[in-house]
């Protein structure tokens, strides 16, 4: 299989995860016998910096050509400290996944049994938990029109939805239910806001094609609490754009960190893969960074964009053994972990890549 892929670093920690998201796609190309092209471009506060825009037309170009984008992450501590900034690094990723169309995020929330330990919920618990959140992604109030009074005190932030916009994502998410446990949990805010009570409506509709999916409603301060309670309750969770933003992140703990979520954004046509977690500027040069979310992102794509199931299941695979023989980034560590299997970002890719060498030639 040939594919062409683009990779777009980012800000902060992105290039230093996203090498080693390449570098897996790398190796599984050569394992395989696939052939992988790589581009590169700019996007965000890197992109401010080169060119004075968050998403050069370059980049947009790149990624209109590509089969996939890897992305590493967006954001700098300049504009937090700053809100009247006028051009900033968010609205590079807003445009894009409006440019191409990704209407769909993709978060699955896949607990590894050797992570357990690294969650402050009770592994009773969390034992099992296998969730895949559907988070609209092109419109609520990201892209509703935003207001600021003259004397500066009143802002509104329009939260809009289309009935086609909910109608293409609850397919989505029916049709991957179908693949999983066969249930699917509506979550919004239907009580409160009419934009939840069009969301509710149109779902409500479209389960009717799939009356072999099991499908019920939770308002959105239900189901944070619910998350936590039980997650094992949850198979496939879909959700407007702000609620899945919150609700994912929230999730992030019941895999012990955000360094080990993936996620997918997808449309009709190339799909977009990043880790959930941000830029951390914190961490930013320090070897500390977990690039495994990264890497895990990697095998989203062989499996969504370019449907190579053995492929993805192999990367998943390699990254579980290093869990398994006890090696941990700093923010999956705990107490048990022996301090000498405690690996900066670069030590931790090298070992999956090993890992995966490995893997292939054991299960050969």
Known sequence: MNKHILVIPGDGIGPEVTQWGKAALEKIAE??????????????????EVTGTPLPDETLEKA????????????????????????????????????????????PILLFDELLQASSIKPTILKGTDILFFRELTGDVYFGEKTRSEDRNTAS???????????RIAHKAYAAARQRRGKLCSVDK?????????????????????????????????????????????????????????????????????GMLASASVGDGTGFFEPIHGSAHDITGKDLANPLASILSAALMLEISFGLKEEAKTLVDAVDKVLKEGFRTNDIADTTTNRYKVLGTQEMGKLVIKFLTQTVTTNS
């Open 190 to 258: 239907a009580n409160v806001l009419e934009s939840s009570r069009l969301w509710r409506e149109t779902v409500q509709e479209i389960a009717k094609q799939y009356p072999d999916v099991e499908t019920s409603h939770m308002f959105i301060d239900n189901a944070a609490m619910q998350l936590i309670k039980d997650p094992k309750q949850f198979d496939v969770v879909l959700t407007a754009n702000l609620f899945g933003d919150i609700l994912t992140d929230e999730a992030s703990q019941i895999a012990g960190s955000m």
């Open 31 to 48: 394992i395989f016998g696939h052939e992988f092209t790589f581009d590169e471009a700019l996007m965000g506060h890197a992109a401010i």
């Open 64 to 107: 209109r050509k590509s089969d996939a984008i890897l992305f590493g992450a967006i954001g700098h501590a300049k504009y937090d400290n700053d809100p009247s900034l006028k051009v900033r690094p968010e609205q590079g990723l807003l445009k894009i996944r409006k440019e191409l169309g990704l209407y769909a995020n993709l978060r």
């Open 157 to 167: 932030d329009l939260m809009i939805y289309h009935k086609y916009e909910v109608e």
